[in-house]
Nanobody
Framework: QLQLVESGGGLVQPGGSLRLSCAAS????????IGWFRQAPGKEREGVSC????????NYADSVKGRFTISRDNAKNTVYLQMNSLKPEDTAIYYC????????????????WGQGTQVTVSS
């Protein structure tokens, strides 16, 4: 059974950094693209970043370009999201999810959603 578990969230001041982890169990991530998504209170879930199964292709939402970096370590079966220069508007629950090989596809094409990790950016 495919299962993803997010961790690394917390409370951070504006301008600070966090690194989120998305760990897989029950399957190998080698054949899956992994996306990071977030949902703030009262807002729809939105895509943040995605990395292809090989790691050769990544994409980012315009709102996080230049501040967030996605990476993967298939040996550890884990995908990371390094978040720098955090802003209050980055406050949300962050989720990871998987789809086969490539990042192309809308949110419904992703599956095996984790339970999410809360990120709060506040002074």
């Amino acid at each position: 059974q495919l299962q993803l578990v997010e961790s690394g969230g917390g409370l951070v001041q504006p301008g600070g950094s966090l690194r989120l982890s998305c760990a897989a169990s029950g399957f190998t991530l080698d054949y899956y693209a992994i996306g990071w998504f977030r949902q703030a209170p009262g807002k729809e879930r939105e895509g943040v970043s995605c990395i292809s199964s090989s790691g050769g292709s990544t994409n980012y939402a315009d709102s996080v370009k230049g501040r967030f970096t996605i990476s993967r370590d298939n040996a550890k079966n884990t995908v990371y999201l390094q978040m720098n220069s955090l802003k209050p508007e980055d406050t949300a629950i962050y989720y990871c999810a998987a789809r086969n090989y490539y990042c192309s596809g809308a949110i419904p094409s992703f599956s095996s959603w984790g339970q999410g990790t809360q990120v709060t950016v506040s002074s």
